[in-house]
């Protein structure tokens, strides 16, 4: 397996890569470089060394990951292992936003009404824009 019993640290660039937490590993320095990786509350660079027990923080695709490091690994590992690799304290991520399905028009009934693109401000919650209506 790509764990190693006798390794006490590791590089966070690499942790961070090989437990699937970003893509690439040139991404994981990326996002050290930027201060967007925090070791128990420290900004660090791609070299820093993690231990096991570490809090890391990484903000990453719009949210937030706190994760204790409970294993360290040397190569990427798959998402099973990796799983076990970390303990993910992370707050839930937010519920996706449900995607309106845009209205479709049939094809050639022309330009839509006022009444109409009154219709579909209600449907997109856009009422009480502009000027009261009576």
Same mark, same amino acid.
């Given at each position: +397996?790509?764990?190693?019993?006798? +390794?006490?640290?590791?590089?966070?660039?690499?942790?961070?890569?090989?437990?699937?937490?970003?893509?690439?590993?040139?991404?994981?320095?990326?996002?050290?470089?930027?201060?967007?990786?925090?070791? #128990?509350?420290?900004?660090?660079?791609?070299?820093?060394?993690?231990?096991?027990?570490?809090?890391?923080?990484?903000?990453?695709?719009?949210?937030?990951?706190?994760?204790?490091?409970?294993?360290?690994?040397?190569?990427?590992?798959?998402?099973?292992?990796?799983?076990?690799?970390?303990?993910? #304290?992370?707050?839930?991520?937010?519920?996706?936003?449900?995607?309106?399905?845009?209205?479709?028009?049939?094809?050639?009934?022309?330009?839509?009404?006022?009444?109409?693109?009154?219709?579909?401000?209600?449907?997109?919650?856009?009422?009480?824009?502009?000027?009261?209506? #009576?």
């Amino acid at each position: +397996m790509a764990s190693d019993e006798g +390794m006490t640290t590791t590089r966070i660039d690499s942790w961070i890569w090989s437990v699937r937490l970003t893509k690439t590993r040139s991404l994981a320095a990326a996002a050290c470089r930027a201060g967007h990786v925090r070791v #128990n509350g420290e900004r660090v660079k791609p070299a820093h060394a993690v231990r096991t027990g570490d809090e890391v923080r990484l903000r990453h695709a719009g949210r937030e990951r706190i994760v204790v490091v409970s294993r360290l690994v040397r190569k990427r590992v798959g998402a099973p292992v990796a799983a076990e690799c970390y303990i993910d #304290n992370s707050p839930p991520a937010p519920p996706r936003e449900e995607v309106a399905l845009l209205a479709v028009r049939d094809r050639g009934t022309g330009r839509p009404t006022k009444r109409d693109r009154r219709e579909m401000d209600e449907l997109r919650g856009r009422t009480g824009l502009g000027p009261e209506r #009576n």
